[in-house]
């Protein structure tokens, strides 16, 4: 064995497949498989005991057979950076291509199986990926530029959405600084990544440089934005990137906190399908997000059946209790749709208590590097945690503070002054029940940062 050869990691739920382009590597006297997968599992734990300087996997293996060979890539990526990736694939969907150039192009290929037996096509992008070079398969170019378009410039337009790409923007952020469905965003990063593709396949020295001046940009910002993007609630990575605010550091804010709990979850909890109870609490998670995220708000954590959000932080909103007060009414009725469903399946209905309320809070950012964590404390949560006590099923309450800050009139009982744990002066409060049409639903309110 060559001191010099490079070591693959071969991964690939077909035995035959696997075998077959195990033959077709260890032809070549530079080329040596370590080690063989046929899941996700297997592919991120032989990568972590062999480190091979190659992985070459397949796009689709267990346990759901959707894209386990990129996502396992990625893990393995992120564990050992200078890992190269060569996915194998009998889809020319470009919607994996576009997903490997989105994270950045070094260091990656992407061919397809029929056509790895050709000449040497797959030793070549095996050495190419293994000195952090790029791998594409022609066919996954023409499949990118199908239907052919005439290969000109970007458009201003363009130009902002690579930029905000290159800056290391997920969908999401984007989607959220337009007011756009993320979907709507991801159709137009990749009919951008297609127009250059076609430049480059019709010979565009400019496409082709500004493909590789993206690349640079993305790897270069990579590491940093996606760790924080995936560590911190939505927005404040971008705060990070822009700000000075440091780890351990404070700011003192002015907020609206929502808190949130399912009654009886207990009782639900005793009598449910473990499985089953999982599966209720990720339908209802989700449907909280979206309500939240909806009016602007950041979802600050889920703990078992509570959720805790806010108003107004990482960035300021001069109308944070309306977006808070518009959000629990979006949470009730989320979940009396979610509810409907499941009462016809003869499952447990969930049943929402909300608190909101208003003030100074301070906002820190604890933690370390590899795990950071956004925090408020203060009186404001507290209160939040207290009045959410207070609410039925499909009730929310507010505090003096939030009732008294709404541009909008929102009918409201008040309730009698009582003490709370942690208060000594009793708390003046205002339910509004399930039934009142005065909830304010804003869709339209803009939800770009610093709005």
């Known amino acids: 064995m060559e001191r010099d050869s490079i070591s693959v990691f071969l991964a690939d739920d077909n035995l035959i497949v696997r075998t077959g382009v195990k033959a077709l590597i260890e032809r070549h006297a530079d080329l040596r498989v370590v080690g063989v997968a046929a899941d996700y599992d297997g592919v991120v734990d032989g990568c972590a005991d062999h480190e091979p300087h190659v992985l070459v996997t397949d796009v689709r293996m267990p346990p759901s057979f959707h894209r386990e060979g990129i996502d396992a890539a990625k893990e393995v990526r992120k564990r050992h950076p200078g890992t190269g990736v060569v996915i194998l694939s009998q889809y020319d969907d470009p919607e994996y291509a576009v997903s490997l150039l989105a994270e950045g192009s070094s260091g990656y290929g992407y061919l397809l199986k029929d056509r790895v037996a050709e000449g040497d096509q797959l030793a070549e992008a095996i050495r190419a990926v293994a000195t952090g070079g790029t791998a594409l398969d022609p066919a996954i170019v023409e499949s990118l530029v199908r239907p052919v378009v005439s290969p000109g410039g970007l458009t201003p337009a363009e130009e902002a959405l690579l930029g905000q790409v290159a800056e290391g923007k997920t969908i999401k952020a984007i989607a959220a600084a337009r007011n756009l469905p993320p979907e709507a965003v991801d159709a137009e990063v990749e009919a951008v990544f297609v127009k250059l593709a076609t430049g480059v396949s019709a010979g565009s020295q400019a496409a082709l440089s500004r493909l590789?001046?993206?690349?640079?940009?993305?790897?270069?910002?990579?590491?940093?934005?996606?760790?924080l993007s995936r560590l911190l609630p939505s927005g404040l990575a971008d705060k990070l990137k822009g700000t000075a605010l440091r780890i351990g550091e404070t700011?003192?804010?002015?907020?609206?906190?929502?808190m949130s709990d399912i009654r009886k979850y207990s009782t639900i909890a005793e009598h449910a399908d473990p499985s089953q109870l999982a599966s209720q609490l990720n339908a209802h998670r989700a449907a909280m997000n979206h309500a939240i995220l909806g009016e602007g708000g950041t979802v600050m954590q889920f703990v078992g059946d509570a959720v805790m959000a806010v108003f107004g932080a990482p960035f300021p909103q001069a109308d944070h209790a309306d977006r808070a007060v518009a959000a629990a009414a979006g949470m009730h009725a989320r979940q009396a749709r979610?509810?409907?469903?499941?009462?016809?399946?003869?499952?447990?209905?969930?049943g929402l208590g909300i608190g909101l309320s208003t003030g100074q809070a301070a906002a820190a950012l604890l933690g370390s590097p590899e795990r950071l964590e956004y925090t408020l404390v203060g009186d404001t949560v507290n209160l939040a945690q207290r009045l959410q006590q207070f609410a039925d099923a499909g009730e929310t309450v507010l505090s003096q503070a939030t009732r008294a800050v709404l541009t909008a009139a929102v009918p409201a009982v008040a309730l009698p002054p009582q003490l709370v744990k942690g208060r000594d002066t009793p708390v003046v409060a205002f339910k509004v029940a399930r039934e009142s049409p005065?909830?304010?639903?804003t869709p339209g309110l803009p939800v770009t940062p610093g709005s």
């Open 212 to 227: 590789r001046q993206l690349h640079q940009a993305i790897v270069a910002g990579k590491e940093q934005g996606e760790t």
């Open 251 to 258: 700011e003192r804010v002015t907020v609206t906190v929502l």
């Open 338 to 350: 979610i509810n409907a469903g499941w009462r016809m399946a003869g499952l447990p209905e969930f």
């Open 438 to 441: 005065a909830l304010p639903v």
